[in-house]
Structure formats: structure tokens, C-alpha cells
């Protein structure tokens, strides 16, 4: 979708993509007082500690992205976000009302993501993206979980920080390329497969690009659509980590190569930082996307 279909997608939801809610180029924003307490952080307020960033957030129609980019906006970020159709402009609409910005495009078609990239960089320079959107089964499940995030990591002007969203269950997942279909054409790859190679490719993308913070999360088991409404896990302490890692100036969150539970570094599978299963990632969706990491 290009600049002018975007905008006059936001004509579909009447005031709420007006010229005014599209962000400009300016440069961010106002410093606020460094050093915050760690606490004030674990009880919900990461923005506290920096200076106002420009974030684009993958999949935040609904779930985990939603609530992040609630979150931001409320702290007074400028936030992007991001639905697969014009159908689903309807659940970002308080969202844009408030300021954010919406990008339109399916993850798992690789020549929408591309124009999503296209969209972002017309936007301007984000200081942080959150890729987000993921799926937990499915023929597109490489695509949606591996495939976008590496092209719109590759295509999406370089930010200071990027954020990959991981899972526990990546440990489950194994360091083996073989048979994978890159395409979407057929089901290969498990929802465990698909965490363990996006974690690989945050590991790799933290290596290759000392300039970049390239960190990953495992929000827990929450209670999204994809977690399930008995989800044990804390739905608030789901999304801070992300929040925290695109905002903070705290010294941990400016850190590069992490694995982050609920604000803590954990050990991921071995795998992930094993230079030749990244490097072997990396040629592989090169090769599906011809598109390289540069
Ligand atoms: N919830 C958990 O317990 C849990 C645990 C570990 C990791 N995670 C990870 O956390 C991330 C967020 O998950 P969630 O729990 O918030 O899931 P969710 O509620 O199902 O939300 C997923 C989001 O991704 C979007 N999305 C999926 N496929 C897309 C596509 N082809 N094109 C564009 N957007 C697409 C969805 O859009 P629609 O609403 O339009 O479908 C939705 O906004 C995922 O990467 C997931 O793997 C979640």
C-alpha cells in the first residue's frame, strides 16, 4: 500500500486518520529525568525512564502489541501500529484517535510486508520497533513469525532498538533448516521452530549491527486470543518488557543480545547464539526473500 492508499485508508475511519495524526519527520522529543527507580518500572511505567520515542509495533490489533501500544501512547510516545486489512482498522481506531499512526498490510504475503516497510519508512525513523505479530499454527507460520520480521528488519530504515517476541517454548524448538517452507505454501516448522529461529535472528541481527539494540522477549503465558483466557500469567507483565527494552535509558535495557523474561536476562536454547545456525538462518532467508540483511 502506498502513502496515498494509507491515508486514504484513515479516510475509512473518518476523523481518525486525519492529516494532523500522521506523523511528521520532526525529531523527539523532551528528556525526562534519568535513573528512575527500578520499581517504578516492574509496577507499569517504563516510559518514566527516557526521552519520548518514535515506535512502530507489528500486529497491534490485537493482544500483546495492542496493549503496548496503549501503553506507549499513554506515556506519550509516538506510536505506529500496524493491521493486516482495512477490515481491522476498526481495532486500532481508539488507538489512532489517540495519536497513533496505522500501517496496513499482511504478514504473511512477502509483497505486503514490503510495502509495510514502505509505509514505515515514508512515516520517518522509528527509534524502536517492536516486531510482534506472530501466529501459533498454520502454513503462513514461518512466514508471519520468521520471514516478516527478518524482511521488515532488512527493508524498515535501521532504528536504534528492535524487539523480537520470543516464547518459552522456543527451547522446544530445533536448530535444523532442513525442509523448511519458507513460502507459506505448506505447513513445515513448528510454532517452536518458528520462536527458536526469530530469537536466532535477534541474536544474529545484535552481532552484525553493534549500532543497533537487538533484544528478544518471552512475555510468559498470558491471556491473549493466541495464550487463551486461563493463561496463568500476568497480562500486564506480558507487554512491559517490550515497553521497557524500546524506552528505557536504564542501563540493563540498553544492552544488546538479551533473552528477556518479565525484565530479567534469561539463558534461551543454546542454539540462538551459535554463529553458524545464525549464519545459516540468515543465508536461508536471504535466499527465500532475495533480500539480504545488509
Ligand atoms: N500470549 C502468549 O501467551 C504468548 C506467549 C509467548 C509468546 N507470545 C508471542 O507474543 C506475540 C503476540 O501474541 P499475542 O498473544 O498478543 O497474540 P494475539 O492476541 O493472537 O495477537 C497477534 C497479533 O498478530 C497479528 N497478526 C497475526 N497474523 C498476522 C498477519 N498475517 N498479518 C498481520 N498481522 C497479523 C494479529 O492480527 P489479527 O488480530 O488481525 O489476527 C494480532 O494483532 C506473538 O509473537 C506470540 O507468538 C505470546
Known amino acids: 500500500m502506498n502513502r496515498r492508499r494509507l491515508l486514504a485508508a484513515g479516510a475509512g475511519l473518518g ?14 522529543l523532551a528528556q525526562t529525568p534519568p535513573n528512575p527507580a527500578r520499581e517504578s518500572a ?15 509495533i507489528t500486529g497491534s490489533a490485537s493482544g500483546l502489541g495492542h496493549a503496548a501500544a ?18 481491522r482498522l476498526p481495532a486500532v481506531k481508539e488507538l489512532v484517535d489517540q495519536g497513533a499512526v496505522a ?20 512515516i520517518g525513523r522509528m527509534d524502536a520497533v517492536i516486531h510482534n505479530a506472530g501466529v501459533i499454527s498454520g502454513a503462513q507460520l514461518l512466514v508471519v513469525n520468521v520471514v516478516a520480521p527478518y524482511l521488515l528488519t532488512a527493508l524498515v530504515q535501521r532504528p ?17 533448516l532442513d525442509g523448511m517452507d519458507w513460502s507459506g505454501k505448506t505447513a513445515t516448522g513448528s510454532y517452536s521452530d518458528s520462536k527458536l529461529f ?13 549500532d543497533v539494540l537487538s533484544n528478544a522477549v518471552n512475555p510468559g503465558w498470558v491471556p491473549t486470543r493466541m ?68
Open 15 to 28: 476523523s481518525a486518520l486525519a492529516a494532523g495524526s500522521v506523523l511528521t519527520a520532526a525529531p523527539v
Open 42 to 56: 516492574m509496577s507499569g511505567d517504563p516510559g518514566r525512564t527516557g526521552r519520548k520515542a518514535r515506535i512502530f
Open 70 to 87: 496503549s501503553t506507549l501512547l499513554a506515556q506519550g510516545n509516538k506510536v505506529v501500529v500496524h493491521v493486516r486489512s482495512e477490515s
Open 103 to 122: 500501517t496496513i498490510g499482511d504478514l504473511s504475503d512477502t509483497a505486503q510486508i514490503r510495502d509495510i516497510a514502505g509505509q514505515v519508512n515514508a
Open 160 to 176: 536504534r532498538r528492535l524487539i523480537y517476541l520470543s516464547s518459552s517454548m522456543h527451547t522446544g524448538g530445533r536448530a535444523s
Open 198 to 210: 526469530v530469537t536466532a535472528l535477534t541474536m544474529a541481527v545484535a552481532r552484525l549491527w553493534p
Open 227 to 294: 495464550g487463551g483466557p486461563s493463561a496463568p500469567d500476568d497480562l500486564r507483565l506480558g507487554h512491559l518488557t517490550q515497553e521497557w527494552l524500546a524506552t528505557s535509558d536504564e542501563p540493563e535495557a540498553l544492552t544488546s543480545g538479551g533473552y528477556w523474561h518479565h525484565q530479567k536476562r534469561r539463558k534461551p536454547h543454546p542454539s540462538v547464539n551459535d554463529i553458524g545456525f545464525q549464519d545459516q538462518l540468515l543465508a536461508e532467508l536471504a535466499r527465500a526473500t532475495a533480500t539480504a540483511l545488509a
